[in-house]
């Protein structure tokens, strides 16, 4: 069985999907993700899609599912390197993968999800925790 | 020579089949299988990468539903083309149970298995045409058709 490699670095967990998703891939992914969140206690999940060149409702279902279940766990999930072709098929399909922050590549990403981290240390010491949200 | 100049209009608005494939979806394998082929064939007849990404995402879950709910059935992938303008179609045929209400499974978040309600509703808006039968008990016959430029 085909496995997508999850990378630990520091408080982050890294993944790169270098092939072409199937149903089972997918689920499974969900599954060792959301584990590794727990036994690594990670603040972060930054998931590079700029390999996969085709995202139905169901990955998007899966990509939605895996930043809901990071988030109660207490991890931010940031989704980079989406190809425009990708992007433009999910918003026809009806998909705005609404609660996925994205960003435009692992940089970014790494920058966002830092900011984010640091902005809920922040409003967990001034007791806002309602600010959230209001990442950029 | 008018009237042989309309005949010849009249021809062109004509869809014709240039190639037909026949793939038997059965297994997971056979799903990749197939949408490398449906890439290949896209390929060849210069799709655009947009719509390339939105056939290959249509027939994806088309494919699934087939799977799911039908245990599989088969693809025709065919190459078509009227006047200038080349096109894939593709028809998904199974004997699974049927839909026995086409109109509510063409709206948006409506779904009898446990997913968002969008692969029908969805995929129609990916494609150029969309044509759906469906008889309960007997199987369901779905087809799309994207042209290569629009």
Redesign the interface.
């Known amino acids: 069985m085909d496995k997508i490699p999850i990378l630990r670095m520091g408080a982050f967990l890294l993944v790169t999907i270098q092939v072409d998703l199937y149903d089972r891939l997918a689920l499974n992914l969900e599954a060792d993700l959301v584990q590794m969140v727990n036994k690594t206690n990670a603040k972060g999940v930054l998931i590079d899609i700029s390999a996969v060149s085709i995202v139905d409702s169901f990955m998007g279902r899966i990509i939605g599912n895996i930043a809901s279940m990071s988030k109660i766990l207490d991890a931010e999930t940031v989704v980079v390197g989406m190809q425009p072709a990708v992007a433009i098929t999910l918003i026809e399909l009806g998909l705005p993968l609404k609660g996925v922050h994205t960003a435009l590549d692992m940089e970014k990403g790494m920058n966002l999800l830092k900011s984010m981290i640091n902005e809920t240390e922040e409003d967990a010491d001034e007791d806002q925790t309602e600010n959230d949200f209001i990442a950029e | 020579m008018k009237p042989k100049r309309t005949q010849t209009k009249t021809r062109l608005k004509m869809t014709l089949s240039l190639s037909k494939d026949t793939i038997q979806v059965l297994k997971?394998q056979d799903?990749?299988f197939l949408?490398n082929r449906v890439k290949e064939t896209a390929v060849k007849i210069k799709m655009g990468?947009?719509n390339?990404?939105?056939l290959?995402?249509a027939a994806?879950?088309l494919v699934?539903n087939m799977m799911r709910y039908a245990d599989g059935g088969v693809c025709i992938i065919e190459v078509v083309s009227s006047g200038r303008n080349n096109g894939i179609r593709l028809t998904f045929s199974d004997r699974g149970p049927g839909i026995p209400d086409i109109a509510a499974a063409m709206r948006?978040g409506f779904s009898t298995g446990k997913?968002?309600g969008?692969?029908l509703?969805?995929?129609k808006?990916?494609v150029n045409e969309f044509d759906i039968k469906s008889k309960v008990g007997e199987g369901t016959v779905i087809t799309i058709l994207k042209w290569a430029n629009g």
């Open positions: 997971e799903v990749v949408k990468l947009v390339q990404t939105r290959l995402t994806s879950e699934r948006d997913s968002l969008l692969g509703p969805g995929t808006r990916l």
